[in-house]
């Protein structure tokens, strides 16, 4: 019986890539690199690269600390704005939470970014989520990213939750990696980075269009 869902946020609860695009390229645009197209940015994020790492990638020289502090501290304090005045949840996913907090099943969060969970608990108080959520794990709290599980088997951990009692949605490769070497059952979503094609690749057990299918999905298996 399944006891948990545990969802990525980027691209699988909340469709962030439009505002995170923009503030990317204005965050490098004055350290004389080529402006990231929409394709070569959404590939780095797939991978579960972490901003540094993406920097590098961007980078036509080896990035020094000062540098990459300046440079993450404008792109995360652009993306705090953005995300205030223009990004909102996925249609559907308020009534799938509310549906999950009915039924007894508790949501937690596992996510590539790398802000704290504190930071992660404001963000999903302004979208109205909040009160639905029992757990937040982030990059910055754990030793090893997506793919690699760690995330997801510390936020079943922090609800008390066996972790093959947990179902893991995820919009990438990385995510559906991750969820099966931690033991869950993996859901793939095409709302992100990638498509069917290569989220079947990982082998989720089901790829599924939006947060309305994945509500009807579950409902179908009688949760």
Do not use: W
Request: hydrophobic share 40%.
């Amino acid at each position: 019986m399944i006891k948990a869902l545990i969802f990525d946020i980027d691209g699988t609860l909340i469709d962030s890539f439009e505002a995170y695009y923009k503030v990317f390229n204005e965050g490098i645009a004055d350290y004389n690199v080529e402006k990231v197209s929409r394709r070569d940015l959404r590939d780095l994020l797939a991978k579960g690269l972490s901003l540094r790492q993406i920097l590098e990638n961007v980078f036509t020289s080896p990035i020094d600390n000062v540098t990459y502090s300046m440079c993450r501290e404008k792109i995360l304090t652009l993306f705090r704005v953005a995300e205030l005045e223009k990004i909102k949840p996925f249609p559907g996913t308020e009534e799938l939470f509310r549906y999950l907090m009915t039924a007894g099943i508790k949501i937690g969060i596992a996510t590539g970014r790398t802000s704290s969970a504190e930071d992660e608990m404001l963000r999903f108080k302004k979208l109205g989520l909040y009160r639905y959520i029992s757990a937040i794990v982030t990059s910055q709290e754990i030793e090893h990213r997506k793919p690699a599980p760690d995330a997801i088997i510390e936020c079943a951990k922090r609800m008390g939750i066996p972790i093959d009692k947990c179902i893991v949605v995820g919009d990438t490769e990385s995510d559906i990696i991750a969820a099966k070497s931690a033991g869950a059952i993996a859901i793939a979503v095409t709302t992100g980075h990638e498509d069917e094609q290569t989220l079947l690749k990982a082998r989720p057990e089901i790829v599924l269009k939006s947060m309305i299918e994945l509500l009807s999905y579950l409902k179908k298996r009688g949760l």
